[in-house]
């Protein structure tokens, strides 16, 4: 059979579709086939050298593809255009989708955009989406546990099947980037080298390093603008022998030139930070979900909520309490961070909420191993839709 993985826009290779895609292509028998999309040439090129199947999307040949394949493997929300979801009319069409459901995603934003709008309006957006497939019935949503299915993904995805399967991206967790790896050369793709370096520099150092990955905001709001002081933070790195290494947006991707800072760094914006997850001895986030894939690390996670009130009002609801589903302290200013950066360091690197991370990783994770893209590859061949 044949399968296509499309993800999302842009010069990126990374997520869920990129390991999936990395697993398929090392594991398919002969006679089957897996084909990346990209509308990029730079990762088309890339995939090629790396042993990888990869085709320009639109292009005359990736229609052909669309029409012809068995399943269509994505990640993203905005995957239908260009024909794509008229063309896959006859494929399975699997959704794996980009983050644990913390903040309100899909078919829940749109009822929230739809009761926003005069009354004679909504049924003119819903055929419109209709029409275009933005909400389709999927026949395989892909999730970490059963009760992220039950209490978020059954609300705002309409499918014929949910299976917590885990989510490909986090394999490389436990397996990581090893050389020797027939996979090697396509999951090192698009991954931050210069980062990775300097890291394994500050490692053989004896340094700690700790990542901060904010959550992007709907009025683009700056935290460094008001709440983190970079020149602080960097003092503050020095003097306690930590690389900060920050994953920002990427329409904040060097607007500080964080790099002039001694002690931070700033990671790719549109870089896969999976493979880098792992050297990292503590991650520092607010509203992303990122910290649900941490959790499979075991290590102290700080969640730095400077803006809790307003972004809880005017961003995005939730579907789990904030402060009942955060394992780690819970920091509103800078010097709160820095006390409990300060506190986790002096205590040789572990905190006091090593029982709460386990409790809430057995209810956001089925699976705690590096088997999720061979579990769902192993569903989709022996499945019967």
Known sequence: GLIVVISRRGPVFADNSKYFFVHATQSLSKGERVVFL????SIQAKIAAA????????????LY???????????MAEWFDFGTYQLTRGARIVQIWHGAPLKHIELDVFREHLASLPVLLRPVLRFQKTVLGRYPEYDVVVATSQQFIEQAFKRCFKARHFIASGYPRNDILFSGLESDSPSYQLARINVDEQALKAARIAQSRGQ???????TFRKDMADPFEQHINLQRLSAFACQHDLLLVLKLHPVMQGRHHIDQYPNLLEYGSLSDVYPFMPMCDLLVTDYSSIF??????DKPIIFFAYDLEHYLRQDRAMYLSYENIIPGALCRNQNELELHLESIKANGGEDVYSDRRAEIRVFTHNYVDNKAADRLLNWLKISKL
């Open 38 to 41: 990209t509308g990029h040439r």
């Open 51 to 62: 042993g990888g199947d990869s085709v320009r999307h639109p292009s005359w040949q990736s």
């Open 65 to 75: 593809l669309l029409l012809r394949c068995n399943s269509l493997v994505t990640d």
């Open 208 to 214: 700690n390093i700790i990542l901060y990955a904010p």
């Open 292 to 297: 649900f894939d941490f959790l499979l690390l």
